[in-house]
Nanobody, 119 residues
Framework: QEQLVESGGGLVQAGGSLRLSCASSGGTFVGYAMGWFRQVPGKEREFVAAINWNSGSTNYTGSVKGRFTISRDNAKNTVYLQMNSLKFEDTAIYYC????????????WGQGTQVTVSS
């Protein structure tokens, strides 16, 4: 079955940059929208960014607009989240997810990658 694996997380100083990658395995996710979410202990999972299949549409949560960029390379079955000007508040476990065509919810999820921003 289709699976998602995140990578690229780590420790970075405030103001720095990090690029997360999410690669598919067991499938190509043709036609799927892709999204990034994050969660910190004791808080609800938060939507971060999403991108449609052909990269023609993206959207972001307000707190990351202008700092984060979501992109995808369908030939590599990979979606990215470029994070610039990182803040301590961005510290979280970041998850990628895939939403099947015609669906309103994300069906496939990765296991997450930790992003820690030091202040």
């Amino acid at each position: 079955q289709e699976q998602l694996v995140e990578s690229g997380g780590g420790l970075v100083q405030a103001g720095g940059s990090l690029r997360l990658s999410c690669a598919s395995s067991g499938g190509t996710f043709v036609g799927y929208a892709m999204g990034w979410f994050r969660q910190v202990p004791g808080k609800e999972r938060e939507f971060v960014a999403a991108i449609n299949w052909n990269s023609g549409s993206t959207n972001y949560t307000g707190s990351v607009k202008g700092r984060f960029t979501i992109s995808r390379d369908n030939a590599k079955n990979t979606v990215y989240l470029q994070m610039n000007s990182l803040k301590f508040e961005d510290t979280a476990i970041y998850y990628c997810a895939a939403r099947p065509p015609g669906r309103r919810s994300y069906k496939y999820w990765g296991q997450g990658t930790q992003v820690t921003v030091s202040s």
